[in-house]
């Protein structure tokens, strides 16, 4: 008897935020600051975006009265900002469909105005929508290969594996030529415990993107035997007839242009993440460039209710800068503030000077000038 599948309770809030990036973070606390709820999606399994992805471990110099941290550490803070508001924070799911709801005229009608659904099976229905999506949702970078949409989270995976046991005895073959590719064949390679059967890395030439010092570590375990270096390009998967799963991977190789088979009974494709816009392109939004076109005193796109803000966006004079994100998120909720409230005009919030703000706020007292 098969179980029946429950679709998760629609989520109801002020605002949907698309993207954790450090725009999209600091919007949630401005948004709060108006009081106003929030929701934030992410397709990663992480906030930050391309700040954590770009610039995790790197120094940034231009956060105000922040004299140097890393994405990563940056991150943090804005995450700890963010805590008194209370915002909902929803990883590793994109936003897939957006639809317009009949609504009240009269913005400042608490009732929803726009239906989001997300890869998970996740509704929400928000009275805004603010798009901080960055270049867009990062995901993987794949192979054109027939028949690996199939494996994904079976037997193909891009992501570093979090425990080494759970490849034991088995055949992994990992692609790619950069730190994250590197580090994974490493650590399998020289597993002590709960080894691999075989780990055999494949790039399309013998040179990598990496530290090199991992690229020595490299060469010791193929030295060592302990590692198999393959250099050449996919072209196809072998799989069971019967059960489906996958046996083994063909490639060419680059200097022979040769057929050969290796076999794999996990494939580690880590090839990095690549922007994509994705549906976000469907949503009747105008674009310039691949890029949302805004109204530079509110950041509301030509649809009453969106938002953008962040990488995603283009007006006269956008500089791609963290910095700059800030500056929209903050307009942006203002005016957002103002549409929710039939376009009335919205005082200035000093936190300095707001009991209620620091009451929320403390022990933070942040202040807001």
């Known amino acids: 008897?098969?179980?029946?599948?429950?679709?998760?309770?629609?989520?109801?809030?002020?605002?949907?935020?698309?993207?954790?990036?450090?725009?999209?973070?600091?919007?949630?606390?401005?948004?709060?600051?108006?009081?106003?709820?929030?929701?934030?999606?992410?397709?990663?399994?992480?906030?930050?975006?391309?700040?954590?992805?770009?610039?995790?471990?790197?120094?940034?110099?231009?956060?105000?009265a922040i004299l140097q941290c890393t994405g990563n550490e940056l991150t943090e803070r804005l995450l700890e900002q963010i805590k008194p508001f209370k915002a909902g924070l929803h990883l590793q799911q994109t936003v897939t469909q957006l639809k317009t709801l009949d609504a009240p005229e009269k913005t400042s009608d608490p009732a929803p105005r726009f239906e989001l659904h997300t890869s998970t099976g996740q509704c929400f229905l928000t009275r805004c929508v603010v798009i901080a999506s960055g270049y867009g949702a990062f995901l993987p970078r794949t192979l054109p290969l027939e028949g690996i949409r199939a494996l994904e989270n079976q037997q193909v995976f891009y992501e570093l594996p979090a425990h080494t046991d759970a490849y034991a005895g088995k055949h992994v073959v990992i692609n790619g030529d950069t730190d994250i590719?590197?580090?994974?064949?490493?650590?399998?390679?020289s597993a002590e415990h709960n080894r691999p059967a075989s780990v055999t890395l494949v790039h399309r030439r013998d040179k990598f993107r990496a530290e090199d010092a991992l690229i020595a570590q490299i060469q010791q375990l193929r030295q060592a035997g302990r590692l198999q270096f393959i250099a050449g390009q996919f072209t196809g998967l072998v799989t069971d007839a019967a059960?489906?799963?996958?046996?083994?991977?063909?490639?060419?190789?680059?200097?022979?242009?040769?057929?050969?088979?290796?076999?794999?009974?996990?494939?580690?494709?880590?090839?990095?993440?690549?922007?994509?816009?994705?549906?976000?392109?469907?949503?009747?939004?105008?674009?310039?460039?691949?890029h949302l076109v805004v109204d530079p005193g509110t950041f509301q796109t030509n649809t009453p209710g969106i938002y953008a803000i962040g990488d995603a966006i283009t007006y006269p004079g956008k500089r791609k800068l963290i910095v700059s994100g800030f500056h929209e998120a903050t307009l942006a909720a203002y005016a957002i503030a103002s549409y929710l409230q039939d376009g009335a005009t919205i005082p200035v919030y000093y936190t300095s000077s707001n009991s209620e703000l620091q009451a929320i706020l403390a022990p933070q007292k942040a202040g807001h000038a």
Do not use: N
Not at 279 to 290: C, F, V
């Open 1 to 64: 008897m098969t179980e029946p599948s429950f679709a998760p309770e629609p989520i109801t809030t002020d605002a949907v935020i698309i993207g954790a990036g450090c725009a999209g973070l600091f919007a949630a606390f401005e948004l709060g600051i108006m009081g106003l709820r929030s929701h934030i999606v992410e397709t990663l399994p992480h906030a930050g975006g391309q700040c954590v992805h770009l610039y995790g471990d790197k120094p940034i110099y231009d956060i105000p």
């Open 181 to 189: 590719a590197l580090q994974a064949a490493s650590q399998l390679a």
């Open 243 to 290: 059960s489906g799963q996958l046996t083994a991977l063909q490639l060419m190789g680059s200097t022979d242009r040769q057929t050969l088979q290796t076999p794999a009974d996990t494939f580690l494709i880590l090839l990095g993440l690549a922007p994509q816009l994705g549906p976000i392109e469907q949503w009747g939004l105008a674009l310039e460039r691949k």
